[in-house]
């Protein structure tokens, strides 16, 4: 917030700014508010609804999208910082075909790694980035680098499985 | 029970859908985002509602001042109660009036002269965007006088406590009895008596998705729809019908997918009524979502026991008599089921265990605090909890071993089905079995002599064992609408065969997560003889499943299974007779397999396929004397009892005793639900249930302080468990066909929180007990258990 739209009381929503980043692959060009959250950007501004909302304070993880390749919570992100940058969410995440799953999303499923399925886009985004490493990793591995994705359903067990497992096959996942 | 002619002697199929982990048809869904959930529907001319809710635990409202909201940018409006007369916007019915209760205090979607508790809604600001209706939502001034509140239900019993409704003499609501028998004179003659208090703290379900409402009103037709995520759209439908005066014929209520429910999304809650009332005034649909905050202080939390239990035992532990006083916190009001739960869970307090004589009394009462309600388990946790600590008091203070003590005690299998002392009837059990196996898995006697060496090394270890069962699939309906139950026990299915032969299934149960689209057609296939693919089922939306009771109790296999079990059996009773007239034989020589009627044994035989069937059924020109049109068939499933599942709980613990952390070395789970439709989601649903139950009895708990202020308002005060939290959860099952349904289940949903709450206090318990720490309570915070064993060195 400026000085400025201290003094005036205006409120920081009326402040527009012009940004220009990638968005699953694809360029877009548009404003926002400058106190929109990304989470908030793309679930109502792009219709990208795969991206979830679980908690007010950051400590979910339904919201997680890639940034410039790295996972991010969305709703810790101002939509105004990806200016320039590289945004990928759950809806580009795929396989070969467009009705192919990703070999993360393949082996959440053949292991039962989701029941609701309302955190299973953070896990997949977080579990590409956690899989992006040559090492097959240990269980601990895969259970401390999900500390920031909450499952309620799951007691995770499945999906550490499969992700355990992923990292130790040929296609080691998303490499 | 209704049931379709058995036409076929052999299976239907040689394609075994269940009983088979098939993978589930909804995850391609939620796996790429595609997934619909509440907040992702978008209607054209939508509003955003943001609600202002009350800051105090009690406090009477003076004046509630709307004028500098209603300028703010983008507001379309603001609403008080004083909007909405009764008849727009009447109070939230319940699901469960126990006779003795005073009735029910009438709780309106917004409060009238008072506030009880914090969160209790006060007004709505309804305006163009969410950002403009939640910046909005701060303009809204309410003057309040505060006056005196409580928050402890056994607090709130005494003279003298603040009253929380006015027109009643007292905050306890009800005093219910149940047992028989004379406790007095048991325990005067008994050998052994133990006296345990127990809290079983309030807890939340906390689904990761929380509550969202959108309503949607048409001018012209009257026809409200209301999209949210339930359990159940039909009591919605009825609660809201009732509440808002429009027809329930003109309510249309649809769940889209449900992020996690657990129990929390089972009743009408008044952000449903208030958007429906406001999209009525204002002919646009509108939308609110709620933030984890108004979550964790509005949505319904479940347990909130005190719990005082005696048990009177002879000189070889055989226990003789239970004795319970508990005091049940229902919150400021009766939320949907929550009168009843308390009652239930007295019902199975004798646990596994063949208890002559019982003396419980249940105080329901009034407090400053949200509502309780259905929360996984339901009452039955609570009860687990409560006779599984007791017995191992018991074993500890009699000096006999508590797996040899528990043995002695166990309802036996030839018994079943058994009454127990407080009214509950088991369908049956064999807990020998699966206390053996569940010993086995965890290698008992080498845990046990591990655990000596260890101690003799200084460190803090403990074994804890559960053995529980429950109660599953509501019913006999008789017998509960004695005790007030206001919901039907009965579960429909309706299936519909296309011209092409495609099977649709409505069914009248809600799934959150638990795959009913995939395990209702595996049942209906394996009935029909079909490929899985051919049949489609379809729930969650009062337009497409006319009725239904809802997904609740873990009924959704043992009620809505069954009855789509018998719907397809009369669907294909019909079918048989109808491929004889066309094969020109008698039905009882007809033979079906796999999609193809035969007029004898195949191959030989002349043959029609289902297919054709369904277009001969479809034609209708040339059908056998007397029969109808079309194969579609609807079948009511009224269980004449509750299955009982049941199991075993093992946990090895070992304690930090620089920190009180508890680790959880290993845990064992065998569990017995019957036979199993799709294996891989049972185990699933032990998983969750046991997470959530270890969640429990170590981290979680929902609190408020004495002026009733929440304490736990975010994921960071309420602790929800991360994965590094879990141990390794290793599974078993035996498998006692239940009884009570032809398919022989049980239910799962819910088992595994009821069996881990008291594995992992016993172990821990077992862990501290003999350095001179006598109680604890959940959660087993490291504070807590550090700090215990501080007083206890002293
Ligand atoms: S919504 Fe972003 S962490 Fe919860
Ligand atoms: S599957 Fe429901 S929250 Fe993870």
Redesign the interface.
Known sequence: MTHDTIRTGR?A?AQRSAISYTLNGEPVSCEV?A??LLVHHL??ER???????????S??G?CAVHLDGRAVKSCTVLAVQVDGREVT???A??GQGPDD?HPV?EA???K?G????????GM?MTALELLDTDQALT??Q???G??G????????????DALVELSASESGGTR | MTSGAQVAQEPATSTEYVGVSVPRREDFRFLTGTGTFSEDITLSGMLYASVVRSTLAHADIVSIATDAARIQPGVVAVFTAADFGDDEMGTIPTDWELPIMDGIPARYPLARETVKYVGEAVAVVVAETRVQADDAAYFVDVEYAERPAVVDAELATRDGAPLVHDQYERNTSYVWHLGTGDWDSMAAAADHTVDVRLVNQRVHASSLEARVSIADYQVGTGILTLYLGTQNVHVVRRNLSIAIGIPENRIRVVTPAVGGAFGSKLCLYPEDVIVSAASRRLRRPIRWAETRAEHFTGTSGGRDHIEQVSLAADKEGKIQALKVTTYANLGAYVSGMGAGIPVVSGMVYPGVYDIPVADVDIHGVYTNTSTTETYRGAGRPEAAYLIERAVDELAAKAGIDRVELRRRNFIQPHQFPYSNATGMTYDSGDYEKALDKALEMIGWDDRVAEQAAARAEGRIVGLGLSVYTEFCGFGDSFQLQLVGFDRATWEQSVITVTRTGSVIVQVGIDAAGQGHETSIAQIVATELGLDIDDVEVLQGDTDVVHFGTGTFNSRSMSSAGTSAALAARKILAKATRLAAHMLDVETDDVVYRDGVFSSGPQPEGRQVTFEEVAVEAWRGVDLPEGMEPTLKEIAVFDPPNFTSPFGVHVAAVEIDPDTGAVRIDRYVAVDDCGNQINPQIVTGQIHGGVAQGIGQALYEELAWDEEGQPMSTSFMQYPVLRAHHMPRLETGHTVTPSPVNPLGVKGVGESGAIGSQPAVVNAVMDAVRHLGVDNLDMPLTPAKVWTALQEASR
């Open positions: 409120p929503a508010d106190r929109t679930r109502e219709n990208l609804t795969g991206t979830h909302i679980g908690c007010d304070t400590q979910c339904a969410t759950i809806e995440v795929r799953l999303q959440l499923q053949s039962h989701l029941q609701c399925g309302f955190c299973t886009p997949v269980p601990e895969v259970q401390h999900l500390v994705n909450i499952c309620r359903c799951t007691g995770y067990q499945n999906i550490v």
